[in-house]
T-cell receptor, first 117, second 108 residues
Framework: DTGVSQDPRHKITKRGQNVTFRCDPISEHNRLYWYRQTLGQGPEFLTYFQNEAQLEKSRLLSDRFSAERPKGSFSTLEIQRTEQGDSAMYLC???????????????FGDGTRLSIL | KNEVEQSPQNLTAQEGEFITINCSYSVGISALHWLQQHPGGGIVSLFMLSSGKKKHGRLIATINIQEKHSSLHITASHPRDSAVYICAVPGGSEKLVFGKGTKLTVNP
């Protein structure tokens, strides 16, 4: 178990640029979550996947944001035409939901800190 | 929608002191999570509990389902306990709703 891995750890970019983050969940985990955390606040839910299916998206996820999990393993979160307000920590978490519907605790990655200049 | 309130927002203690952090939520839940976040961002899950009390080392978490309240206690606090402690509850569809966190600083 190597834990949830996120890449990059830090991203600095100019306003208007596109950025893409990657999350590699724990290998046997079928659920993957994206959260966003701004300074001094708790994380807020963005979206989650069950295997490759994106099951829910928050209203926070504007049409500039897109997330994919093409093969049910790693996931990417892309932000197009970045804005100052996108500056935040983007956290990925994964968990395992059993066939009987019992959900295990979410395991978090170290996050990607995005700074928009 | 579940609302999560934590108190205090900031807490400074001397090494060795007993620490209590409180969490209240508005809607009945199946389980509550206590998380620890160190500077740099990484989040570690400390406890997931649905009733009673859980203990891990110097950390103790309790929950009162009827009162919709949970507490995280740290006994014999140490400077390495300095971190942000976050309470989280299910917000529907397995996603978590988080409190704003309690920033704990333990001075030697």
């Amino acid at each position: 178990d190597t834990g949830v891995s996120q890449d990059p750890r830090h991203k600095i970019t100019k306003r208007g640029q596109n950025v893409t983050f990657r999350c590699d969940p724990i290998s046997e985990h079928n659920r993957l979550y994206w959260y966003r955390q701004t300074l001094g606040q708790g994380p807020e839910f963005l979206t989650y996947f069950q295997n490759e299916a994106q099951l829910e998206k928050s209203r926070l996820l504007s049409d500039r944001f897109s997330a994919e999990r093409p093969k049910g393993s790693f996931s990417t979160l892309e932000i197009q035409r970045t804005e100052q307000g996108d500056s935040a920590m983007y956290l990925c978490a994964s968990s395992y939901l059993s066939g009987t519907g019992v959900s295990q605790p979410q395991h978090f990655g170290d996050g990607t800190r995005l700074s928009i200049l | 929608k579940n609302e999560v309130e934590q108190s205090p927002q900031n807490l400074t203690a001397q090494e060795g002191e007993f620490i209590t952090i409180n969490c209240s939520y508005s809607v009945g839940i199946s389980a509550l999570h206590w998380l620890q976040q160190h500077p740099g961002g990484g989040i570690v899950s400390l406890f997931m509990l649905s009733s009673g009390k859980k203990k891990h080392g110097r950390l103790i978490a309790t929950i009162n389902i009827q009162e919709k309240h949970s507490s995280l206690h740290i006994t014999a606090s140490h400077p390495r306990d300095s971190a942000v402690y976050i309470c989280a509850v299910p917000g529907g569809s397995e996603k978590l709703v988080f409190g704003k966190g309690t920033k704990l600083t333990v001075n030697p």
